[in-house]
């Protein structure tokens, strides 16, 4: 049964181990004067765009001072991730089992594999090209679509249509991601949810929030493609 497979990055793809995290506290600095709480903020399963209104508002900024920043933030958080990413000693870490996962999905020409993001389309595509991993992706939806992530799964489903002329139902979707919010964010869809403990949250956190299956990480292949392709069967 052909499915629509739908990776999240950071966490489940790989790790920058920090890289982005410094470049969106720079910008944050330079457009807004002000980081709100982001030394305690945690980034994982959200949008980028979600990610700067929260810490600006927490930080006293109201909407209209935000929304009049975003355009030159963005544009100031991609040359400061370009940069962080540049430096000798930055390494975007692609996590265990992720490439030959991606060999085995793309091999047998049945699914389709895209990218199901919070990062905004060129963070992705800088993060993903410092892996080696972006051209293993026809296409995504990103932070920069929508600022809510269960807005997602809905435009991925529209692109796919668009690349393929096959409409994916949600049960011929799987989302892969390492957070409550990726296991969440298509159950409106009633799209599977893959957890992949790589990230922050532990198999009984995935469990606890409705995954669909969870895996301690994505290094044996063939249980995963596995578990990929019985779910909906
Ligand atoms: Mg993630």
């Known amino acids: 049964m052909r499915k629509l497979v739908l990776f999240d990055i950071d966490g489940t793809l790989v ?65 400061e991730l370009e940069a962080e990413l540049a430096l000798p000693d930055v390494t975007v870490d692609v996590l265990p089992g992720v490439p030959a996962l991606l060999d085995s999905l793309h091999a047998g020409g049945e699914h389709l594999v895209a990218l199901l993001t919070g990062n905004i389309v060129e963070g992705a595509r800088l993060k993903l090209s410092a892996a080696g991993l972006w051209e293993r992706f026809d296409f995504g939806a990103y932070g920069s679509d929508h600022e809510r992530r269960d807005r997602l799964p809905a435009i991925a489903v529209k692109r796919a249509r668009e690349r393929s002329g096959i409409h994916f139902r949600g049960r011929d979707v799987v989302i892969i991601g390492d957070t409550p919010f990726d296991v969440e964010c298509g159950r409106s869809l009633g799209v599977w949810a893959v957890a992949v403990a790589t990230g922050k949250h532990s198999a009984a956190e995935l469990r606890e929030a409705g995954a669909d299956v969870v895996l301690p990480d994505l290094s044996a292949t063939g249980q995963a493609v596995a578990a990929i392709e019985a779910l909906g069967q």
Do not use: K
Not at 26 to 47: C, N
Not at 59 to 69: S, W
């Open 15 to 79: 790790s920058t181990r920090g890289a982005a995290w410094r470049a969106f506290r720079r910008a944050l600095l330079e457009v807004y004067q002000e980081t709100g709480p982001i030394e305690d903020y945690d980034f994982h399963g959200r949008t980028d765009p979600q990610i700067a209104r929260e810490l600006l508002r927490m930080g006293g900024l109201d909407d209209r001072a935000i929304d009049a920043g975003m355009a030159r933030f963005w544009t100031a958080y991609l040359r």
